[in-house]
C-alpha cells in the first residue's frame, strides 16, 4: 500500500489531494514537524533533505513533490491527472508544474523562512528579505490568474482537472494571511480557488489534516 508522509498545510498537501481524487487505498504517516519529526534519523532515512513529503510504495521511495504527482499520475493513468502523452498541453503541463516547484513555490519559502537567508539573529536583514519576497510572490500569483483569464476553463489546464490544480490550490492557499493582496483577491484566481476547494477530494484533505477556516 502506498504510504504518505505528510504534514499538514504543507507541500505534502499536493498529493494528499491527488491520493484523494485517484481513490486508490493509502495510508498517511503524519510527520511531527513542530517538534522536529522530520529531522529525525528514520526519516532522513527517507528523504536526506529533511523535507516534506516522502511516498512509500514497496521498495520505492520517492521524495520532491513534483516528483511524486507525476509518479501517481503515471501509475493510475485512469485518473487523468495530466493530459495526454505527446500533446502540447503535455508540454505546458510539465512547464506549469516546473515553475509551481522552481519559482512560486521557491520564492514563497523565502518569505515564510527569511531567515535562512540572513546571518544568525539579523532580524533586520531577514525583514528585508521578506519584504522582497512577497513583492516579487505578487506578480507571480498575477501570472497564475492572467493564464485562467486566457483560456477562461475552470480548471488551470482549461476543461480539465489536473495535477496542476492541487498544486496551485496548496500555493496558493499559503497565502491566505497575507497582509496586502492574497491570491483569492484576483479576479480569476479567486473564483477558481473557490471551485477547487469545493471538490470533495479536497474537503476530506482539509478534514484529514485537521484543518480550519480560511482555507484559501
Given amino acids: 500500500m502506498i504510504q504518505l508522509h505528510f504534514a499538514p498545510s504543507t507541500a505534502s498537501m499536493v498529493p494528499h489531494i ?3 481524487e485517484i481513490g486508490a487505498p493509502y495510508e498517511r ?8 519529526g522530520h529531522k529525525t ?8 533533505n529533511g523535507l516534506i513529503p516522502v511516498l512509500v510504495e514497496g521498495d520505492l521511495v520517492l521524495y520532491e513533490t513534483a516528483a511524486i504527482c507525476l509518479h501517481l499520475s503515471d501509475t493510475h493513468p485512469e485518473a487523468r491527472l495530466m493530459p495526454p502523452m505527446d500533446t502540447r498541453d503535455r508540454a505546458h503541463a510539465y512547464k506549469w508544474l516546473m515553475w509551481m516547484t522552481n519559482t512560486l513555490q521557491a520564492t514563497l519559502i523565502v518569505y515564510f523562512y527569511p531567515e535562512r ?3 544568525t539573529g539579523n532580524t533586520d536583514v531577514a525583514a528585508q528579505v ?3 519576497a512577497q513583492a516579487r510572490v505578487g506578480p507571480l500569483l498575477d501570472q497564475l490568474d492572467a493564464e485562467l483569464a486566457r483560456h ?3 480548471w488551470f489546464m482549461g476543461e480539465a482537472f489536473t495535477l496542476l490544480d492541487a498544486y ?3 500555493l496558493c492557499r ?6 496586502n493582496a492574497p491570491a483569492r483577491d484576483r479576479a480569476h484566481l479567486g473564483p477558481y480557488l473557490r471551485r477547487v476547494l469545493e471538490r470533495p477530494a479536497v474537503q476530506r484533505v482539509l478534514a484529514n489534516e485537521g484543518l480550519s477556516a480560511p482555507f484559501i
Fill in 18 to 20: 491527488l491520493l484523494e
Fill in 29 to 36: 504517516v503524519l510527520v511531527d514537524k513542530q517538534n522536529g
Fill in 41 to 48: 534519523p528514520a526519516y532522513l532515512a527517507l528523504n536526506p
Fill in 117 to 119: 537567508w540572513a546571518d
Fill in 130 to 132: 521578506q519584504r522582497n
Fill in 152 to 154: 477562461g476553463g475552470p
Fill in 168 to 170: 496551485v490550490f496548496t
Fill in 174 to 179: 499559503w497565502t491566505r494571511n497575507f497582509p
